[in-house]
């Protein structure tokens, strides 16, 4: 049974920084792709950020967060991180993590794993 935990929500100031932590139980954890998604209150679910798996560490983001979020991998420790620096009140959303095996995608229909999610609050 696969589960992703993920947590490192709250509420910050705008201009401020929060950084997001997902940990798998994955047992071949280097195999999957892992992507952060977020949802704002009325809207869909929408793509933030991915990193590839170990064949291809390739990094994406959607364009309202390049320059201020950085996504990164531990798989030592089963763990995906989302570093959020200069928040914005548009950045306030549920995030979420996810998991797929093999290459990355920005489409979150290809993600078989989901964290259940932590709230990020931006306050202006």
């Known amino acids: 049974q696969v589960q992703l935990e993920d947590s490192g929500g709250g509420l910050v100031q705008a201009g401020g920084s929060l950084r997001l932590s997902c940990t798998a139980s994955?047992?071949?954890?280097?195999?999957?792709?892992m992507g952060w998604f977020r949802q704002a209150p009325g809207k869909e679910r929408e793509f933030v950020a991915t990193?590839?798996?170990?064949?291809?560490?390739?990094?994406d983001y959607t364009d309202s967060v390049k320059g201020r979020f950085t996504i990164s991998r531990d798989d030592a420790k089963n763990t995906v991180y989302l570093q959020m620096n200069s928040l914005k009140p548009e950045d306030t959303a549920v995030y979420y993590c996810?998991?797929?095996?093999?290459?990355?995608?920005?489409?979150?229909?290809?993600?078989?794993?989901w964290g259940q999610g932590t709230q990020v609050t931006v306050s202006s």
């Open positions: 994955i047992r071949d954890f280097r195999n999957y792709a």
């Open positions: 996810a998991a797929k095996y093999g290459k990355a995608t920005m489409d979150l229909e290809d993600y078989s794993y």
């Open positions: 990193i590839g798996y170990w064949l291809s560490r390739r990094t």
